[in-house]
């Protein structure tokens, strides 16, 4: 069974999230909301370089694109992530 996810809680910052319809054992849909989020994260720095010329720095920070859903089965919660890295020019 699929978890609703909770803002602030499985997923942080810019959110989107997806819903999507399960079919039951008898064949019946079922709507599951929010069950996949997608948002970015820092991932960090990317690369930073100093100007010895002129002293100034230069700084490029990853973000990752990260899926993620929360599944549990039986008395177990499975999370399953996925990121993509990508970097953002900051300063």
């Known amino acids: 069974m699929a978890n609703d ?3 602030g809680c499985d ?3 810019s959110i989107h999230y997806l819903s ?3 079919s ?5 849909s079922v ?3 929010n069950v996949v989020c997608i948002h970015e ?3 960090g720095i990317g690369w930073k370089h100093t100007n010895y010329r002129t002293g ?5 920070r990853q973000r990752e694109l990260v899926l993620q859903s929360i599944i549990t089965v039986a008395n177990y919660e499975y999370i399953a992530s ?3 890295l990508s970097c953002v020019k900051l300063c």
Do not use: S, W, Y
């Not at 039951?24 to 019946?28: A, I, L, P, S, V």
């Not at 100034?56 to 490029?60: D, L, P, S």
């Open 5 to 7: 996810l909770k803002l």
């Open 11 to 13: 997923c942080l910052g």
């Open 20 to 22: 999507f319809d399960l």
């Open 24 to 28: 039951t054992d008898k064949g019946e």
């Open 31 to 33: 709507e599951m909301p």
């Open 41 to 43: 994260q820092d991932g």
């Open 56 to 60: 100034r720095a230069a700084v490029v």
């Open 82 to 84: 996925v990121a993509q």
